[in-house]
């Protein structure tokens, strides 16, 4: 039906928001951060966006009117594109500079922002989506990525060794419940929910795991 072509993608996942009263699709390409009119193909928005080694990786979360996003040393930051006439812009609403993501794309709880920074050999960290403020982030040495996923009151945290922490939403604490043992081998894709289940795909196996 249509295609941009701009410059060419990146790792990050691309989604569909709507803003200021325009669908769009909202994504990392190689070098920019990009909005594409969903419509027609049209580039409504782009801000310069690149990494070392060329790796724009995390995916945008969309927080009411705002696109929190994140890269490799660049640390973690939130836009809004506004619309005015037939004129886009976009203004920076905050930045923190100590939480940067490499490879794990974080998750968005209520008002709190919940991921993994590769910062201090990896840690896990909660900030304010409002304002950027860091709630808390842990010691560090949790690893190089992590798979974050939304579960009710929990986020569930999948490490590259088979691990799978069950944390707690709480902007106050790393507020750890448990820690299951779920795969034998290396642990590198995201699980997916089928119900009250969790498939979760190690190096050699895929596994179906009940939530009770």
């Known amino acids: 039906k249509w295609s941009w072509k701009g410059d060419g993608p990146a790792y990050a996942s691309p989604i569909i928001v709507t803003l200021s009263g325009t669908r769009q699709v909202v994504t990392q390409s190689r070098d920019n951060i990009i909005g594409v009119d969903v419509a027609n193909g049209a580039l409504l928005w782009k801000i310069p966006f690149t990494t070392e080694y060329v790796q724009n990786i995390i995916t945008p979360i969309l927080y009411k009117d705002t696109l929190i996003l994140s890269g490799l040393d660049k640390g973690v930051f939130a836009i809004r594109p506004k619309k005015s006439g037939n004129t886009w812009t976009t203004e920076q609403v905050w930045i923190n500079k100590d939480l940067p993501q490499y490879m794990s794309t974080p998750v968005l709880a209520g008002d709190y922002l919940y991921g993994m920074t ?6 896990y960290f909660c900030l304010d989506a409002r304002t950027g403020t860091t709630q808390w982030v842990t010691e560090g040495r949790n690893g190089d990525n992590a798979a974050l996923l939304n579960a009710g009151d929990s986020v569930l945290i999948l490490n590259p060794d088979g691990e799978l922490l069950v944390l ?4 106050k604490a790393f507020d750890l419940v448990h820690k299951y043992k779920v795969a034998d081998s290396a ?12 498939l979760i795909k190690d190096v050699n196996t895929l596994a179906m795991w009940r939530i009770e």
């Open 118 to 123: 590769h910062k201090k050999k990896g840690a």
């Open 168 to 171: 707690r939403k709480n902007p």
């Open 187 to 198: 642990t590198w894709a995201t699980p997916a929910f089928a119900g009250q289940r969790l």
